[in-house]
């Protein structure tokens, strides 16, 4: 398949400010192989993945603001002469909006409007399926993949992308869509039907959630606020510790964004993205995995530093709250167990189920009772705790693991009543690069 791959900054990023903080969209728009396509002047040089800049990224680098280039050329955006808009007997022409110049650029405040409302994000949409035709109707390059890339308005922007795609081509070319912590941004998320809905052409779906985000205007498209049709769209969502940027730039957790970042690499590869290089190497096996999971685990309880805080983010987030899909109630939705489990997300328990599959059936699934020796149930994991502390401390924390006289394992001591999260870790996807 010839595959096309779209990355969308977040709100006050571009490819600059991105490349300078490490953040996960721009190191992977740097270690993609191909070349970049571009819009400018009306012409389209072709490549195998493009870049969106974020809404309200302050003109980082010398690059434009969205909203002050118009989609349609990729120039600056231009507007009819003061005569013909004063002249109440006229009114733009076919060509004026095919041209786009029927508004011209932002006055006032058009960095700040971009940071509180998106402005710029319809121009992304719109540049980029105009790329694409192009692409595939006057280059002939027969893109039947594309693989979307985003974090926060620019994850939104992903799914709007595959919206209007939709629009245009149907379901005859495939998008795949990672998007991290999606956050349209005050009432967007559920007043626009293209931040809601995974169309048809949706085949894939990774979504990650930050679960200590609290600021109120930051609501991301959770599963309270997607829609899609699972006969064709696979998709999961995973809770991942820290706020909206851990994900992506590592801070506080820092395994959040490693975990982020090898599972991105993992799963544009399979789809098809041309990755020349593999971020976070140390997490290259499930059992790597596992670990880095295993010190997320043991972090929880000392969580209240990963949290949103601070005067400036109330007032900017509109208040300080707790997510909905983190409180208790709802995360036996997205993990297996809830709150209560071992579990971060339902990746980290596939990992552990590749990794140490005779112990996780015997810890998490037997319904017996009792206690086995490890060494028994599973001499690999046995070995392994020697020189997998997080696994064993974190196991141990969770009251499945005893280590006195030897290592000895509950039958079933993992075993939840809300044993069935609602969408498991989709077999096909892989679980690490």
């Given at each position: 398949m010839a595959t096309f791959?779209?990355?969308?900054?977040?709100t006050g990023f571009n490819s600059v400010k991105?490349?300078?903080?490490?953040?996960?969209?721009?190191?992977?728009?740097?270690?993609?192989?191909?070349?970049?396509?571009?819009?400018?002047?009306?012409?389209?040089?072709?490549?195998?993945?493009?870049?969106?800049?974020?809404?309200?990224?302050?003109?980082?680098?010398?690059?434009?603001?969205?909203?002050?280039?118009?989609?349609?050329?990729?120039?600056?955006?231009?507007?009819?002469?003061?005569?013909?808009?004063?002249?109440?007997?006229?009114?733009?022409?076919?060509?004026?909006?095919?041209?786009?110049?029927?508004?011209?650029?932002?006055?006032?405040?058009?960095?700040l409007k971009g940071k509180l409302a998106g402005a710029g994000w319809d121009e992304n949409v719109l540049?980029?399926?105009?790329?694409?035709?192009?692409?595939?109707?006057?280059?002939g390059l027969g893109i039947d993949r594309v693989n979307l890339v985003g974090w926060s308005r620019g994850a939104v922007t992903c799914i709007r992308i595959a919206h209007k795609m939709y629009e245009v081509f149907g379901d005859?070319?495939?998008?795949?869509?990672?998007?991290?912590?999606?956050?349209?941004?005050?009432?967007?998320?559920?007043?626009?039907?293209?931040?809601?809905?995974?169309?048809?052409?949706?085949?894939?779906?990774?979504?990650?959630?930050?679960?200590?985000?609290m600021r109120e205007s930051f609501k991301p498209q959770d599963w309270s606020r997607l829609a899609l049709d699972p006969q064709n769209?696979?998709?999961?969502?995973?809770?991942?510790?820290?706020?909206?940027?851990?994900?992506?730039?590592?801070?506080?957790?820092?395994?959040?964004?490693?975990?982020?970042?090898?599972?991105?690499?993992?799963?544009?590869?399979?789809?098809?993205?041309?990755?020349?290089?593999?971020?976070?190497?140390?997490?290259?096996?499930?059992?790597?995995?596992?670990e880095a999971y295993g010190r997320l685990v043991l972090s929880l309880s000392e969580h209240s530093s990963y949290q949103t805080k601070g005067i400036g983010?109330?007032?900017?987030?509109?208040?300080?709250r707790r997510r909905d899909f983190a409180k208790h109630s709802k995360m036996d939705t997205y993990t297996r167990g809830g709150k209560e489990s071992y579990w971060i997300n339902e990746h980290h328990r596939a990992c552990f189920r590749a990794a140490y599959g005779p112990a996780y059936q015997a810890i998490f699934e037997s319904t017996g009772h009792g206690q086995r020796s490890l060494s028994e149930v599973d001499p690999q994991l046995s070995r392994a705790l020697v020189n997998r502390p997080a696994t064993k401390a974190s196991l141990m924390a969770k009251g499945l693991l005893v280590d006195y006289p030897a290592y000895l394992i509950e039958m079933g001591g993992g075993r939840y009543a809300k044993d069935v999260a609602a969408i498991a870790w989709p077999d096909a996807f892989p679980l690490n690069a």
């Open positions: 791959t779209v990355y969308c900054h977040g991105g490349r300078e903080k490490g953040e996960l969209v721009a190191w992977f728009h740097d270690h993609t192989e191909g070349g970049m396509a571009q819009l400018q002047g009306s012409l389209v040089t072709p490549g195998s993945y493009m870049i969106n800049e974020g809404p309200g990224h302050g003109g980082s680098g010398g690059i434009a603001l969205a909203q002050q280039v118009n989609p349609m050329t990729g120039d600056a955006k231009t507007d009819r002469t003061w005569g013909q808009r004063l002249n109440p007997f006229t009114s733009p022409s076919f060509a004026d909006h095919a041209k786009g110049n029927t508004g011209g650029k932002t006055k006032v405040a058009p960095d540049r980029t399926v105009n790329i694409i035709q192009d692409l595939q109707f006057e280059k005859s070319i495939e998008c795949n869509i990672f998007g991290v912590d999606p956050v349209a941004g005050m009432d967007a998320g559920l007043k626009m039907i293209d931040t809601q809905v995974l169309q048809p052409n949706v085949r894939r779906y990774v979504g990650i959630l930050a679960m200590h985000e769209t696979t998709a999961i969502l995973l809770p991942m510790p820290g706020v909206h940027s851990a994900q992506v730039i590592p801070s506080n957790p820092v395994d959040s964004a490693y975990i982020t970042r090898n599972l991105a690499c993992a799963l544009l590869r399979d789809w098809g993205s041309r990755i020349s290089t593999t971020p976070y190497g140390h997490l290259n096996t499930p059992a790597e995995m596992c983010n109330r007032a900017m987030g509109l208040g300080l």
